[in-house]
């Protein structure tokens, strides 16, 4: 299978935004909810926001209300828009299903949020 590519990530101030994009495989867009993860410096890879193949949204505690996750079905990409961007955000983003699959991890794509 084709791993996921993710891009759209960069460094921003504070309270700036980015969009993400993940271009991700026909096979597995196509049947599985889609989920943005993050992985900080020293920390363990999570969940930030995920969204079905209906549409239906989750979100961490952490980012609910300044991040937005969508779809769309007919390019088989997902998107993370980022607004409000707090240093901590900072972190290699990554786009998986969601449950993750093991061996279904791209390269994900770096975002700091620094002054």
């Known amino acids: 299978q084709v791993q996921p590519v993710e891009s759209g990530g960069g460094l921003v101030q504070p309270g700036g935004s980015l969009r993400l994009s993940c271009a991700a495989s026909?096979?597995?867009?196509?049947?599985?909810?889609m989920g943005w993860y993050r992985q900080a410096p020293g920390k363990q890879r999570e969940l930030v926001a995920s969204i079905s193949i209906s549409r239906t949204t989750t979100y961490a505690d952490s980012v609910k209300g300044r991040f937005t996750i969508s779809r769309d079905n007919a390019k088989n990409t997902v998107y993370l828009q980022m607004n409000s961007l707090k240093p901590e955000d900072t972190a290699v983003y990554y786009c998986?299903?969601?449950?993750?699959?093991?061996?279904?991890w791209g390269q994900g794509t770096q975002v700091t949020v620094s002054s």
């Open positions: 998986n299903a969601s449950p993750k699959i093991s061996n279904y």
């Open positions: 026909a096979a597995i867009f196509s049947f599985y909810t």
